[in-house]
């Protein structure tokens, strides 16, 4: 007889929610925050939690339309930006070179990539 309670085989239970939105959080901040002085886009004034929506929308967005290029859809996203915004101070203007440097980094397919993880060699 087996106990369920100790089978190797179940998957764990998803994280919560909240906790979910923190790791998510926390990748943005790993991939994104230590560049963020030096970006192009970077305003003066503005923070991290600014600039963290712009680039999980710019992430989001590239996964909702993979296959499509930026220059394609961004008239279709600044619409968007409005609704997407959170609390960011930022409007389309400053908000747009995230979104794209997000895009940019996110895979065509959509999947993330660690950012410490060793790169297949091919061949």
Known sequence: MTNDLYDDATPPDPPPPA??????HE?????FKADLPQASYYSVGRHWNDYAP???FGRDSRRRHAGSR????????EQEWSGARDKSRLGWIEARGAVEDAWSRTP???TDVAL??????VG
Do not use: S
């Not at 906790?19 to 998510?24: F, K, L, S, T």
């Not at 990748?27 to 991939?31: G, I, K, M, T, V």
């Open 108 to 110: 065509e397919d959509g």
């Open 54 to 56: 712009a680039y999980r």
């Open 27 to 31: 990748a943005l901040e790993a991939q």
């Open 19 to 24: 906790d979910a939105a923190a790791e998510d």
């Open 116 to 121: 410490d993880a060793p790169v297949p060699r």
């Open 70 to 77: 930026f220059e394609d859809i961004e008239h279709q996203l």
